[in-house]
């Protein structure tokens, strides 16, 4: 079974950076384009990037494109966030999920996804 694992989050003060990271275990890496999401209390779930299983496509939600960046290593099979100029509403649970291919911004698209991991921007 296809397992995700998020890493990175935590306390950061607005303005700052952080950089996120997510391992796939229990299947092949490079045959799933990964996403990220994520969801703030009280909030629906956002799209916020995703990847091609190659890395030469990217697509980025409203919120995300200018200051974010996703990145992925098939070699060590992850998949990166790099969040640069937080802002306090960037503040959520963050998911990695993996999708057969496609990189599209319906969270019905992902078959597998993580835990979650905990960013909050506050100072």
């Known amino acids: 079974q296809v397992k995700l694992v998020e890493s990175g989050g935590g306390l950061v003060q607005p303005g700052g950076s952080m950089s996120l990271s997510c391992v796939l275990s229990?299947?092949?890496?490079?045959?799933?384009?990964m996403g990220w999401f994520r969801q703030a209390p009280g909030k629906e779930r956002e799209f916020v990037a995703a990847?091609?299983?190659?890395?030469?496509?990217?697509n980025y939600g409203a919120s995300a494109k200018g200051r974010f960046t996703v990145s992925r290593d098939n070699a060590k099979s992850q998949v990166y966030l790099q969040m640069n100029s937080l802002k306090p509403e960037d503040t959520a649970v963050y998911y990695c999920?993996?999708?057969?291919?496609?990189?599209?911004?319906?969270?019905?698209?992902?078959?597998?996804w993580g835990q979650g991991t905990q960013v909050t921007v506050s100072s």
């Open positions: 999920a993996a999708d057969v291919l496609r990189i599209g911004q319906n969270p019905d698209f992902y078959n597998y």
């Open positions: 990847i091609h299983w190659d890395g030469r496509a990217t």
């Open positions: 229990g299947g092949i890496f490079s045959r799933y384009a």
